[in-house]
């Protein structure tokens, strides 16, 4: 994935897999076929990458049992077998190791994770940082797996942190953080205001993507303010994340540059 452009992302999501506790037995075969042909999809919409994420699993756990990393990798490597755009994991909640080791394992090239540093409260409790898990496991890979991490991860809310200049800043330097993702709660407006005084207080090396809310109408503007985006429901049939990737809305998506 080439850091120093603008980084279209889309989100190849995952039915509930095994290891889930709401996991109904879907065949690992068929949840490769599926996120197979939403990677292809996205290739052909121009899209410069997808991400793998088992966001449908319920409840989401702070580290997912071994059955889901095995799964995981199985399909990520069924995909990368199938499709050429470049990948990312992203192991929910916040299992930032599993999604590195998942990484290496299929040739993915980088992971998005949700706390990195710091800690955050959702609807399942309290989330810690997973960044001596992440450190330990990258210092002994052989190649650099990217890491993004959300600075205000909209599904909780941060602790110990000021404003989202600093979280962004203890991510890079404490955490290691190649880029940084951001998501307003109102919109990408709003997201970009914030995204402007980020880039500012982080420098040209280090991207700041933004991370939700990105559709046909805003994408010209988020091109202009962002180094990049991830989309997920405003390219799928409906609204529910167990949709497939629709063609023509990624590629009219893809295609709008202002």
């Not at 042909?37 to 409840?59: C, E």
């Amino acid at each position: 994935m080439d850091t120093s452009a603008f980084t279209l992302i889309g989100v190849l999501y995952l039915p509930p897999m095994p290891g889930a506790a709401n996991y109904a037995g879907t065949p690992i075969d068929e949840i490769v076929d599926g996120a197979a042909r939403d990677a292809q999809t996205l290739r052909d919409a121009g899209f410069d990458a997808a991400l793998l994420q088992n966001a449908t699993d319920v409840p989401e756990l702070p580290q997912v049992p071994i059955e889901t990393v095995a799964a995981m990798a199985v399909v990520g490597a069924g995909v990368r077998a199938r499709c050429d755009i470049p990948l990312g994991i992203c192991v929910a909640h916040n299992d930032g190791a599993a999604a590195v080791a998942i990484s290496y394992a299929v040739g993915a090239t980088f992971v998005r994770i949700k706390v990195l540093t710091g800690a955050a409260v959702g609807a399942a409790g309290l989330t810690e940082a997973c960044v001596a898990q992440v450190a330990a496991l990258r210092s002994r890979l052989p190649v650099h797996i990217n890491v993004f991490a959300d600075v205000h991860e909209v599904t909780s809310v941060s602790l110990g942190f000021q404003d989202p200049t600093q979280e962004a800043r203890q991510h890079v330097r404490f955490g290691g953080a190649d880029g940084v993702i951001f998501t307003s709660d109102d919109g990408a407006s709003e997201a970009l205001e914030v995204i402007a005084e980020l880039k500012a207080a982080l420098g040209p090396g280090v991207p700041v993507l933004i991370g939700g809310r990105v559709t046909e109408e805003n994408i010209g503007t988020v091109r202009q303010g962002a180094d990049g985006a991830v989309v997920a429901t405003s390219i799928r049939t409906g609204t529910e994340l167990s949709g497939r990737i629709d063609q023509a809305k990624a590629t009219r998506l893809a295609c709008t540059k202002t």
